[in-house]
């Protein structure tokens, strides 16, 4: 489903996946989308639809034929993403590993071994650092080097991460139905609440890093307030003794029919 970022409203829905949709992104002008399902297939949504392996790259003013291809993986793709200006692809699997791979030699050029499957790849949105999610814990590397900066533990199988864009703080989620959130600076929690009745399969922040966005396996979306209680969007300023401090007033949901 494609919604509206400050109101949740429905905007159009994109059918034509075989199996659960793990991973959704958008281009910086959201004019196209992207998608990654259990069907072993990446698909490219606009006026052209794209039905290959995700393992390939597709030029779409070329009637969806694949222009690059690449394999090695020796486990199914959970997420692929363009880095280095659009000049390597990196991309992770249930092989317990992450490959970077040299786009104008058509080969892999780094791997990142891990002791359980990664789950999920963000870039920072300076394109600096790349944030992975594996088994508790969520790691973060230097995209130029893929040289591990830090980890933090988790106190639940984590599924996905997102760091805001000031890189003061990051979102996290994850089979223990919670949000978390942590300094990103010194790894402490800073706080943890529970708004979904399931598993969290994926967390994001907005580019301007006033929301994030969590969905869940209880087929809800919902927007967190990252200053809760600010004039945003829907949401209205009012006196600090007015507030609620129900999860209900840091979110909005979004429910999938």
Not at 8 to 21: I, L, N, R
Not at 112 to 127: K, Q
Not at 185 to 196: A, L, M, P, R, V
């Amino acid at each position: 489903m494609l919604r509206l970022g400050d109101t949740g409203d429905w905007v159009g829905t994109f059918e034509g996946h075989k199996g659960a949709v793990w991973g959704v992104a958008l281009n910086n002008k959201a004019t196209l989308a992207a998608s990654g399902a259990a069907d072993f297939t990446g698909k490219i949504w606009n006026a052209v639809t794209v039905t290959k392996s995700w393992r390939e790259v597709f030029d779409l003013n070329a009637s969806g034929s694949a222009v690059e291809s690449y394999s090695g993986h020796a486990g199914n793709i959970k997420r692929a993403i363009f880095a280095r200006n659009d000049k390597y692809v990196i991309s992770c699997a249930d092989d317990k590993t992450l490959r970077l791979w040299d786009r104008s030699a058509g080969q892999e050029t780094m791997r990142v071994e891990f002791t359980a499957h990664p789950n999920s790849l963000e870039l920072s949105r300076d394109g600096n650092i790349l944030t992975v999610t594996y088994g508790s814990n969520v790691a973060f590397f230097e995209t130029e080097t893929l040289k591990k900066m830090k980890e933090i533990m988790v106190p639940t199988k984590v599924s996905s991460a997102s760091l805001h864009p000031d890189k003061q703080i990051f979102v996290c989620g994850g089979e223990d139905f919670k949000m978390y959130k942590f300094d990103y600076i010194t790894g402490n929690e800073i706080e943890s609440f529970k708004g979904h009745f399931g598993p969290v399969h994926a967390v994001s922040f907005s580019p301007d890093g006033e929301l994030y966005a969590s969905g869940s396996e209880d087929g809800t979306l919902r927007l967190w307030q990252t200053t809760v209680g600010k004039t945003y969007g829907l949401w209205k300023c009012t006196e600090p003794t007015d507030l609620n401090n129900s999860v209900n007033s840091t979110s909005r949901e979004v429910t999938a029919n």
